[in-house]
């Protein structure tokens, strides 16, 4: 069964093809009776036909040149799922640091952290407050399990705004559910965030839910994402990415995973290992190290999410100009035993996937008092590995000696699909690249346009 159907883009694609209004309106006829069986085949026409007269409407190309101009976008001819965009790799990096460009530096307020730091969350001071800000999309993959996606970008989102040296005040949800999705499926969710929300003490404060693409877009799909909004006590709490030295000893928690574990999980199979995401842990750690006011004095935290260990310390590696190296045998000792099974039996590195763990940048002096915090609370905490100066590299050390941990295309392949579209990059990445720097430029160009125009006006 399909969980969803784009009509109004299934419509341009088949007549870009050469496809006749005929032949279309047939194919989105048998679209739409897929789950709309309700509706008589003359109802589905009539639909059809709205929507082929909407399609050809707006390709009419508007006078003057400026609306169009403003209409149109970029066309890279690089396609999302090619450039592994999402996939927490080397080309999903690569795009959101073109993202970050676009979004530039901050005008008119003291930002002090903002995506051109590639960081967890962003950061503004406003009279004398800092304020932290996160927000984070629900697994794809999760649609068909509501309370989970809930459950699991709420604590994603909270994760972010914790590292950073702040303490959450109040969370938002965006809600978007396709036309023939069951409206429990929105409760299910908020059920979800409202878990998360009473388990944490975060109050829920607002949001909004919508349909994927109106009339548009059938199926059964939601997607969605939370934010968070924290308080940190002054810029010094911020313990930003940035901050990392190179004399930096690398602590890190105990990890279960979120929602790629419970993917993983309920994708091969094992629903029974989806329980052991199901905790606050990362909550509590972050919790401690606020209380006893040892966050001020570490340098940086961040979680092991994007990519896994592979995928954030290559950031950090690149942002700081600095070489990491990890043991092994610790960072092995720290994952969950039944996720760790899990991942082994489907051949899935873990070092590649996000583990939901906490990782701390601190000097050695302030590493008895961070574990002995952490452990207070029941929390598995131990030393993985440290920083050293020197050209920008992650390396493993086991007992066959190092080993490179740099970041792959895409993170580690956690489903069936996923290895069968694999992790390895195209053979035409560099081509690929620059056509995506091309579009990106262009957009720019585009947004400085727009923002002439408007303020001549």
């Excluded at 396609?79 to 005008?107: Q, Y």
């Excluded at 949800?173 to 878990?195: I, M, N, R, T, Y």
């Excluded at 002096?365 to 574990?371: A, L, N, Q, T």
Aim: include cysteine; proline fraction near 3%; hydrophobic fraction near 40%.
């Amino acid at each position: 069964m399909i969980f969803l159907s784009d009509l109004e883009g299934l419509s341009r694609k088949l007549l870009s093809k050469g496809m006749s209004v005929k032949e279309v309106k047939r194919r989105l006829i048998d679209e739409i009776l897929v789950y709309k069986d309700k509706l008589s085949v003359e109802a589905a026409g009539r639909l059809a036909d709205a929507i082929l007269e909407e399609v050809r409407n707006s390709k009419i190309l508007p006078k003057p040149d400026f609306v169009r101009f403003v209409l149109d976008y970029t066309k890279s001819g690089v396609k999302m799922g090619v450039m592994g965009v999402g996939s927490r790799g080397e080309g999903d990096f690569f795009v959101h640091r073109r993202l970050a460009e676009i979004a530039g530096l901050p005008t008119g307020s003291r930002a002090l952290l903002y995506p051109l730091y590639h960081d967890d969350a962003g950061a503004v001071e406003i009279k004398g407050n800092v304020l932290v800000t996160a927000v984070d999309g629900m697994h794809s993959r999760l649609s068909d399990f509501p309370f989970l996606a809930g459950f699991h970008v709420s604590r994603a989102t909270l994760r972010d705004v914790y590292v950073k040296g702040a303490r959450p005040v109040g969370m938002f949800v965006d809600l978007h559910l396709a036309d023939d999705g069951d409206v429990g499926k929105l409760f299910d969710f908020e059920a979800g965030v409202s878990a998360v929300s009473m388990l944490t003490e975060t109050p829920i404060l607002t949001g909004s839910t919508l349909r994927i693409g109106g009339d548009m877009v059938i199926g059964d799909r939601i997607t969605g994402c939370v934010g968070a909004i924290g308080v940190a006590e002054s810029e010094s709490m911020l313990a930003a990415r940035h901050k990392v030295k190179p004399d930096s000893v690398i602590l890190m928690t105990e990890g279960a995973g979120g929602g790629t574990i419970c993917t993983a999980a309920i994708y091969s199979g094992r629903p029974d290992v989806v329980l052991e995401t199901l905790n606050i842990q990362f909550v509590k750690s972050c919790k401690a190290l606020l209380g006893s006011g040892l966050v001020g004095k570490l340098y940086a935290m961040t979680d092991v999410t994007n990519g896994g260990v592979r995928g954030d310390a290559s950031e950090i590696s690149k942002l700081s100009n600095i070489a990491l190296y990890f043991d092994e045998k610790e960072i092995r000792g720290l994952v969950n035993s039944k996720v760790l099974e899990l991942l082994e039996d489907r051949g899935i590195d873990y070092l590649g996937v996000s583990l939901d763990a906490l990782m701390i940048f601190t000097s050695e002096d302030r590493v008895e008092e961070i574990v002995q915090q952490v452990r207070k609370v029941g929390v598995k905490i131990s030393k993985v590995g440290w920083v050293e100066k020197g050209v920008p590299k992650v390396a493993l050390i086991t007992p066959e000696g190092e080993k490179d941990l740099t970041l792959k295309f895409r993170e580690s392949a956690y489903t069936k699909i996923k290895k069968v579209v694999g992790e390895e990059a195209p053979y035409d990445l560099d081509e690929l690249k620059i056509k995506v720097e091309d579009a990106a430029k262009k957009a720019i160009e585009k947004r400085d346009k727009v923002v002439r125009y408007l303020v001549d006006q």
